[in-house]
């Protein structure tokens, strides 16, 4: 039996559980299918500094449980698998999981977004350990530290002005000769004498994974095959995000990088009615916890906003035959009574004397 529910909800990051929060405070009692990242990106970070209510500090993983637990408090209900497929051209919307079939009310789609990296098996373990993909996120650690910048794109030169403010030297490691952020860009970080570069190089390690923090990144020269190796305190990867949103393909409205289109930016509403999108997977731009929990609870508000709308109409549609009832009785009765008797002795149809249809 596919379960039924006014509000679904897909991805258990800081937009999904936020959504889950409200929706479930309004009495929604919605349904987040979580995806395979419970908890979503934030769970593959150590602190997090910037997320408002916590002076000093909290770990990533423990955010998110508290954002889970708060949700659940209020009657969330998870299911722990991915949507694997969607059906958006009818309401009630149909999800499947591997699993189980859901048949969802209004969908609230909040399967965030990653950051492409390298491949490396360095890079994963010490992912939070001076190793990053977010210099607005971590910037802050590497105050008067030697960091590396890998890329070349308008994220990484913006990511190695960032971090400039911080970090003492800022070294640039792109694999070309020439940069493919613009022309002004590429001006504005030439300019700056903390940033280095390392062309035509590609990264082939970091270390110390046996001491669980960065000390030094090696690189090849891929013209020379040159490999060095360089002392570093933190490794930031700016090669790019990729919005978790093949699902939707052909299902709704795509930007050419994939992230789901909204009726403006920063809106929540997608071009199908009932279904809203949130967080990471709308947000190329901002991609903080706080923003993606802003606009999941923004999500959840307009879906529970259209459900009353629904609800309203729907009562007073049950009005409705009941006055048409009335008006065809009315006519029935004006019909019988055509010469014969007075028609001025049918009742007024309710609601139309009052002008409120
Ligand atoms: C290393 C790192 C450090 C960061 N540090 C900070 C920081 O200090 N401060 C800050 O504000 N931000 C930080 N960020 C950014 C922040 O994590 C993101 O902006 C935020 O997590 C976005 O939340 P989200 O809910 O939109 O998406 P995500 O956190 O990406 O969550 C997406 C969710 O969708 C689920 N999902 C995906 N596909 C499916 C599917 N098919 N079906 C169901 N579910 C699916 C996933 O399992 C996951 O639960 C950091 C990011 C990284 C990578």
Not at 118 to 131: D, I, P, T, W
Not at 164 to 190: C, Q
Not at 325 to 352: H, L
């Amino acid at each position: 039996m596919p379960k039924q529910t006014k509000v679904l909800i897909l991805g258990s990051g800081a937009a999904g559980l936020t959504a889950a929060i409200y929706a479930a405070r309004a009495n929604l009692a919605p349904l987040v299918i979580e995806g395979l990242q419970s908890g979503g990106q934030l769970t593959i970070t150590t602190d997090v500094e910037n997320y408002p209510g916590f002076p000093d500090g909290i770990l990533g993983p423990d955010l998110m449980t508290r954002m889970h637990k708060q949700a659940e408090r209020f009657g969330t209900e998870f299911i722990y698998d991915n949507a694997e497929y969607v059906d958006l051209t009818q309401r009630p919307f149909v999800v499947k999981t591997s699993e189980q079939e859901v048949r969802a009310q209004t969908l609230i789609i909040a399967t965030g977004a990653s950051a492409k990296l390298l491949g490396l098996e360095s890079e994963s373990k010490l992912m939070g350990h001076g190793v990053s993909a977010c210099a607005t996120c971590d910037g802050f650690f590497f105050r008067d530290k030697e960091v590396f910048v890998v890329g070349g794109g308008d994220t990484a030169i913006e990511e190695a002005m960032f971090l400039t403010r911080f970090a003492t030297k800022v070294t640039l490691v792109h694999r070309r000769e020439t940069f493919r952020a613009s022309a002004i860009m590429v001006d504005r970080m030439r300019r700056n004498e903390k940033i280095h570069y390392l062309l035509n190089c590609t990264v082939e390690d970091i270390g110390d994974v046996a001491a669980g923090e960065v000390t030094w990144i090696r690189v090849k020269n891929i013209k020379t095959g040159e490999v060095s190796q360089h002392a570093a305190d933190g490794v930031f990867i700016a090669i790019g995000h990729q919005p978790s949103t093949d699902l939707f393909k052909d299902k709704l409205e795509l930007n050419e990088s994939g992230y789901i289109v909204t009726n403006y930016e920063g809106s929540v509403l997608t071009k199908i009615k009932g279904v809203f999108a949130s967080g990471d997977c709308i947000d190329h731009t901002y991609r903080q916890a706080v923003t993606a929990a802003g606009s999941g609870c923004r999500a959840a508000l307009e879906a529970q906003w259209l459900l009353e709308t629904e609800e309203n109409e729907l009562e007073e549609s049950a009005h409705q035959p009941q006055k048409e009832e009335m008006d065809t009785s009315a006519e029935a009765a004006k019909e019988k009574q055509d010469g014969k008797s007075a028609k001025a002795q049918q009742p007024e149809p309710v609601g139309k004397s009052q002008g409120c249809c």
